[in-house]
């Protein structure tokens, strides 16, 4: 039974922007810290600053010998069983959390030489260099700490798919970076069979995390030992026929052994080690799943966005049809642009009320259009601004000015037009030139047909973030 289906939300994993979970067991994705340091939003950051704000603060305690405060801040974290992520239930969890867990983590981290010589910064380290950390056990610490940003994402999403939101429930521990202190507060949660529910987005999630023990020990520091052992023709290097030389990994890990605690050494003696595997994940982190993923279905033989482009071109135009068009875009962008764009907002109230945008989507991409645009174009485009207009009529100056008015330098000059006619599609493109030529920004108008073509593209390439029609309509905007 998953969310959606309890909920009878009428949509697939393609059109959500949480992980729909199945409510009788735990799905195998864990909460990755990595992932939300991905995403340019103020969400994201918020989430960051937690995680780095309690790990730090215990760290503190530990290295000024209060080992029972840092005891009773980790004590606090729980399995947090209402996300339905992790091992499946009836199982042991392995190392997810629990009073004897949260003890155990304690005795690692005050133990660790690794925590003494300073060489862990953040939570995600831990994994690489502390015994009995797992992706479970990040993932279960992460989830709790940011609790209180994955209630109110919760409550959005709640709000606009109609999920009912029952109030009084507790909310479990919430972080203070302020106070440097767990609260309890009682908020508004849906609930399922008496258990309340807690969304998750599917962007941060990950069947495994980005961290790795046995990659880090693999991918960098035993290849940059070849290159030690090699320079000093130890005894180790071995004399090929076609006289090159090499050093084999397994002869390294006879010399040098493996685990953990040979990782913290080396890494001690070559911190370059850590820096250079840091360096690597910055430069080539990994995709967020895709929607196939997450549904555990397969998605390659029936395409939800024909159905989805159906669904808004029977839309007739005109004011009536308004908000079941601003839906049907939604929808339709969702699962086309994810994972370059997630977690819309939708109808987001600027300057206290006075103005509000459609559907602005946070930018997370790694390649493609949204990559290169907000990186090699000058255009700040952190996040994406949507406006959807069901107009009979075609779009004129009002149109545009309404869009550029939502544009600035933290919220990104960025917008896409969404339109129906497409009679006179020179004369609103010549337009959004104008206002381009203007510094009032990039605006892409998007007509029903230019959707098809979208679509089609999809169809034809699942798996691409490339979006040709958007890229020869920004050329033309900008030419």
């Known amino acids: 039974m998953k969310v959606s289906t309890q909920f009878n939300l009428g949509f697939t994993q393609s059109q959500l922007e949480f992980v729909d979970v199945d409510l009788e067991r735990d799905m195998p994705f864990f909460v990755d810290p990595r992932a939300l340091r991905l995403l340019d939003s103020e969400w994201a950051e918020e989430c960051v600053a937690l995680i780095q704000d309690f790990f730090r603060f215990v760290l503190s305690k530990i290295a000024a010998g209060r080992d029972d405060e840092a005891k009773r801040l980790l004590s606090v974290l729980r399995e947090p069983n209402e996300t339905h992520l992790g091992l499946s239930r009836g199982v042991p969890r392995g190392h997810g959390l629990g009073d004897q867990s949260a003890s155990d983590v304690w005795e690692a981290l005050s133990e660790s030489e690794a925590v003494r010589s300073g060489l862990l910064e953040d939570l995600e380290d831990t994994i690489l260099m502390i015994p009995g950390i797992s992706n479970d056990l990040i993932s279960d610490m992460s989830t709790n700490i940011i609790r209180r940003p994955l209630i109110e994402f919760t409550q959005l999403s709640c709000r606009y798919h109609d999920i009912p939101l029952t109030t009084g ?64 023709n130890s005894e180790l290097v071995q004399l090929l026929k076609n006289g090159s030389r090499r050093v084999t990994k397994k002869s390294l890990r006879e010399k040098y052994g493996s685990g953990k605690t040979v990782i913290v050494d080396l890494t001690r003696q070559h911190p370059e080690f850590l820096e250079r595997y840091r360096s690597l994940k910055r430069s080539s982190p990994r995709r967020p799943l895709s929607n196939a993923e997450l549904s555990e279905d397969d998605y390659s033989s029936e395409s939800p966005w024909d159905s989805l482009l159906d669904q808004l071109t029977a839309i007739e135009p005109g004011i009536e049809g308004a908000n079941k068009y601003h839906r049907a875009v939604e929808a339709l962008l969702q699962a086309l642009f994810y994972p370059a764009l997630v977690n819309p907002v939708r ?36 996040y994406v601004v949507v406006e959807c207009k069901n107009y009979k009529e075609d779009i004129g100056n009002p149109e545009l000015d309404q869009l550029a008015g939502r544009f600035s330098p933290t919220r990104g000059r960025l917008g896409l037009l969404l339109y129906r006619s497409a009679n006179e599609q020179a004369t609103c493109v010549q337009r959004c030139k104008d206002a381009f ?27 691409s973030v490339t979006f040709s029609l958007l890229e020869e309509r920004f050329a033309e905007i900008i030419s």
């Open 437 to 463: 030529h203007d510094n009032r920004g990039w605006i892409l108008p998007l007509d029903d047909n230019d959707l098809r073509a979208l679509v089609a593209e999809k169809r034809s390439s699942p798996g």
């Open 169 to 232: 429930i507790s909310s479990g521990p919430t972080w203070n970076p302020q106070l440097h202190e767990w609260e309890n507060s009682f908020v508004e949660l849906p609930m399922v069979d008496n258990h309340k529910l807690l969304l998750v987005p599917k962007v941060i999630v990950r069947r495994r995390l980005e961290y790795d023990p046995e990659d880090y020990y693999n991918h960098v520091i035993l290849e940059a030992l070849q290159t030690v052992e090699l320079d000093a």
């Open 347 to 382: 109808e987001s109230r600027l300057h206290e009320g006075r103005k509000r945008i459609d559907i602005r989507f946070t930018n997370s991409a790694q390649e493609g259009f949204f990559w290169r645009v907000h990186h090699h174009h000058d255009v700040a485009a952190g």
